[in-house]
Each structure stands twice: as C-alpha cells, then as structure tokens.
C-alpha cells in the first residue's frame, strides 16, 4: 500500500468510527495521519498531498471539522 493509500484508509476509518460514534476515540488514526504528513514537511518534501481528498476529509485532516460529523458525512 502506498502513502496515499494508508492516509485514505486512515481517513476512512475515521469517518467511520466517527459515524458510528462521535465520541469514538480516533486519536490513534489522526497521529498515523499527523506523523505521515509532518514526516515530509520535516524534509523538506510533500509526503501527502491532499489531492483526491474530499473537502470534508481534508476539514478532518487539518482539525477544522465540527463536532457533528454528521453535517459532512
């Protein structure tokens, strides 16, 4: 599986313990995302970029998503 891939799966996952739950504890998924995508700021490169990402996911990437994810999903 390549980067891009495991950070859509993550995303995914996400979403889905979120619609199920939206107390589900995620924390463990969002730091997979957060240490992939500060691993290429770091050096210097794009790890992962947000291309492919619907608007709602890159809002839960980049923390900007209400606590009802039932508006985006």
Same mark, same amino acid.
């Given at each position: 599986m /390549?980067? *891009? *891939?495991?950070?859509?799966?993550? @995303?995914?996952?996400?979403?889905?313990?979120?619609?199920?739950?939206?107390n %589900?504890?995620?924390?463990?998924?969002?730091? *997979? #995302? /957060?240490?992939? @995508?500060?691993? !290429?700021?770091?050096a210097?490169?794009? %790890?992962? +970029?947000?291309?492919?990402?619907? +608007?709602?996911?890159?809002? #839960? @990437?980049? !923390?900007?998503?209400?606590?009802?994810?039932?508006?985006?999903?």
């Amino acid at each position: 599986m /390549d980067k *891009q *891939q495991a950070f859509n799966t993550f @995303v995914n996952q996400i979403l889905t313990a979120k619609k199920k739950d939206p107390n %589900a504890d995620t924390s463990a998924l969002e730091k *997979q #995302i /957060d240490e992939m @995508v500060w691993a !290429g700021q770091r050096a210097g490169t794009e %790890a992962l +970029p947000l291309q492919g990402l619907t +608007p709602e996911e890159i809002a #839960i @990437v980049e !923390g900007k998503a209400g606590n009802n994810l039932n508006e985006i999903t």
